[in-house]
């Protein structure tokens, strides 16, 4: 099964793309399992319009939502410059508490829930693959 959208750079798009998440994902998760990739494609699709492209509504992202058998993959595709977000550090939790930090959790967030990878586009943009099993692999 497969669905696709294209939204415009904008943090008003994320209730779209969590309720497009949702329904393509359907019952084929726990629920809590569907909640943490719904929050793990929020965090990655907030990345792209405030960092990627800067909260400029003229730019527009790709979210590919693929299923099979054993799997969700979500791939999201920009034309923003090259950047690898997984390349980053894992962040420093105390130093958030310390320093009343209250950003920068997003790609620890998604890293944690689903398996990601990275690719960057022939020419300009980035290609971020999220991935969630639909099975523990001790069941």
Do not use: W
């Not at 809590?32 to 405030?50: C, F, T, W, Y």
């Not at 920009?78 to 958030?96: G, T, V």
């Not at 690719?119 to 971020?128: A, W, Y």
Request: charged share 30%.
């Amino acid at each position: 099964m497969k669905k696709s959208i294209s939204i415009h750079a904008e943090l008003s798009e994320l209730s779209g793309v969590r309720e497009a998440a949702a329904l393509f994902i359907g019952t084929g998760l726990e629920d809590i399992d569907k909640g943490r990739v719904i929050l793990a494609l929020d965090e990655a699709v907030s990345n792209v319009i405030i960092h990627g492209y800067k909260s400029d509504p003229a730019k527009t992202l790709d979210i590919e939502m693929e299923s099979d058998d054993r799997s969700f993959t979500f791939t999201i595709t920009d034309n923003a410059e090259s950047f690898n977000p997984l390349e980053n550090l894992p962040p420093d939790i105390e130093d958030y508490y310390d320093n009343g930090r209250s950003s920068g959790l997003g790609v620890d967030v998604y890293s944690r829930n689903m398996k990601a990878y990275y690719e960057k586009n022939s020419g300009q943009g980035n290609r971020l693959i999220l991935v969630k099993e639909k099975k523990n692999e001790n069941s």
